[in-house]
């Protein structure tokens, strides 16, 4: 395998959201083990050059090309043809999948047999998933290294903070619930600012180019606090149905919600509980609170270890974990911190993610 082509959309007519993170992270992986990359079009431009990570390319010269979902989505009527003549059969296609709802652009769809591996985010086990899709993860990228690096003197407050940019249900259920308790540490909400555009250009264009993903006070901020809260998703009951939202699912699913009150975890499920944040705050020197992944059955190549990388809420409870962290010192609680710190990087790092994309083959 010698050359990689990405394929992206710029202009995405679903949404308003042209920040490809899966797609940058395997490229600067590709480029950090000696791979030669390209794309349909130049993305991912440096700050103050005229260099791109992927540089366009239209000749068809590459040995294995990877396709966004929203490049896909927006060009199905084209790709999926009849002979799929976009789809050169000697060479490998593979879909890097990061549908943000429960409902897969790949579900009764056999168009997307094509690809030779379908890259999945956001995998809960238990579902039914195609022969060719594999659990993938966002990942860490070199411009989040970047900014914790920049931002990482500060003394840890001994206090639990959270700057949730979407409530998510499960986000608003558990500030409903800290909010009313006796917590052993305090919590806060701990808000940021945009980057100054004359001040901060840097950090600015960042921010620009990442939909709104960066923020030099957000950086700060987890560098500076004992712990985070970074879990995120929706809670659903079960039937676990694709598009979950039409009325008669709503009303299957009835004796379930009913159900679930009485047994708060065995008929409850998270779907679209990886993010932008949890990678982030793994490699910051916080100790990071998430759902405990192995519970909540959320698939990833390499899984962290409650205790040791992060600390888990085990259920929807957030007494039970104020009991849970009262077992902690603050020394624990850092020395988990600077293990996830480390458990990420050796796993999710650009070249990690590449190196584990390239052991597929």
């Given amino acids: 395998m010698k050359k990689i082509k990405f394929f992206i959309t710029p202009v995405y007519p679903f949404g308003n959201d042209h920040y490809f993170h899966e797609i940058i992270v395997l490229a600067e992986g590709f480029k950090e083990l000696g791979y ?11 700050f103050n050059t005229n260099d791109y990570l992927i540089n ?12 966004d979902y929203r490049y896909v989505k927006s060009f199905g009527h084209l790709l999926f043809r009849e002979g799929y003549p976009n789809f050169d059969r000697s060479k490998k296609h593979i879909l890097v999948d990061r549908n943000d709802w429960i409902d897969p652009i790949w579900k009764n769809n056999s168009h997307y047999k094509i690809f030779d ?6 995998t809960v086990g238990g579902f ?19 900014a914790v690096d920049r931002s990482n003197s500060f003394k840890l407050k001994e206090q639990i903070g959270h700057n949730f940019r979407v409530w998510h249900n499960l986000r608003k259920l558990f500030i409903d619930e800290i909010n009313k308790a006796d917590n052993c540490f305090p919590v806060s909400q701990l808000l940021s600012s945009v980057p100054d555009k004359d001040n901060e250009p840097e950090a600015y264009f960042n921010y620009e180019r990442t939909t709104r993903r960066h923020s030099l006070d957000y950086y700060k901020i987890i560098n500076s606090n004992l712990l985070f809260l970074g879990f995120g998703g929706y809670v659903e009951t ?23 009150e009485l047994n708060k975890m ?15 705050l793994f490699y910051a020197n916080t100790c990071p609170i998430f759902l405990n ?20 809420l085990d259920n929807f409870s957030w007494s039970d974990f104020n009991n849970k962290l009262k077992k902690f010192s603050v020394v624990d609680l850092q020395q988990i911190g600077i293990t996830g710190k480390k458990w990420v990087l050796d796993n999710y790092s650009p070249e990690k993610i590449a190196t584990l994309f390239l052991s597929k083959f």
């Fill in 36 to 46: 030669e990359i390209c794309g349909n079009v130049n993305y991912w431009e440096e």
């Fill in 56 to 67: 366009e390319s239209i000749d068809g010269d590459f040995d294995l090309a990877i396709y």
């Fill in 117 to 122: 591996l379908i890259l999945g985010c956001h």
């Fill in 128 to 146: 039914e998933y195609p022969e060719n899709y594999i659990p993938w993860v966002m990942g860490l990228s070199n411009r989040m290294i970047s």
């Fill in 238 to 260: 079960y039937p676990k149905l694709y598009q979950p939202y039409s009325i008669i699912d709503k009303i299957r699913r009835k004796p379930y919600y009913f159900l679930s």
């Fill in 266 to 280: 065995n008929f409850k499920y998270v779907f679209q509980w990886d993010s932008f944040r949890m990678w982030e």
């Fill in 293 to 312: 992944f192995e519970k909540f059955n959320f698939k990833l190549p390499f899984i962290p270890q409650d205790k040791i990388h992060y600390l888990a």
